[in-house]
């Protein structure tokens, strides 16, 4: 465990929460969360946030997965991505305040963020609708306005991908075993 992950932990584990829980919609309850495992936890940062927070919630990232000198922000949207559209300023404030409130959390830690890669990903609901060519170049870029901001350089990677991307390319690079 790195310098980073050790001081996370330490302060933060009663946080530690499973996707299956993060990615649930809590707008609407009964619907299915977006991933199904229980078992590999990562830190929710919506409840970090309210604990550093507890007047004023600033929007945040649904959880941070630190592993070696990366920190992924995640935010599950359990929409298809057209939908998600719809909710292109709130993912722009979450990306915008989450960062302000986590270079804080690094900042009270003593932990540099030079040192670091982020990488920030929406992961929403696939398409029932076979791919097309296009579809998939489009696949390739960021939406809902997240790659626009300059102020967003320190981020190495924005994903806006849906959850198949997530299982099988993103989480390939945090731990092979894990599934969505």
Do not use: W
């Not at 993912?91 to 804080?104: N, R, S």
């Amino acid at each position: 465990m790195n310098e980073l992950e050790s001081k996370f932990n330490a302060k933060y584990s009663r946080c530690l929460s499973n996707f299956k829980t993060m990615s649930i919609d809590t707008s609407q309850p009964n619907k299915l969360p977006l991933c199904s495992d229980t078992h590999y936890k990562s830190y929710n940062f919506d409840k970090i946030v309210k604990e550093e927070y507890p007047d004023k919630h600033p929007a945040s990232p649904d959880t941070l997965i630190i592993k070696n000198n990366k920190v992924y922000c995640v935010e599950f949207k359990n929409l298809t991505k057209i939908k998600v559209n719809k909710y292109k300023k709130n993912l722009q404030e979450k990306l915008q305040q989450g960062t302000e409130v986590l270079l804080k959390i690094l900042d009270d830690l003593s932990i540099k963020p030079k040192n670091l890669k982020f990488i920030f990903c929406v992961v929403y609901k696939e398409n029932k609708n076979k791919y097309t060519y296009a579809s998939d170049i489009e696949n390739k870029v960021s939406h809902f306005g997240l790659k626009d901001a300059d102020k967003y350089d320190f981020y190495q990677h924005i994903y806006t991908q849906p959850v198949t991307f997530f299982r099988q390319q993103f989480i390939d690079k945090i731990d092979k075993n894990l599934p969505c």
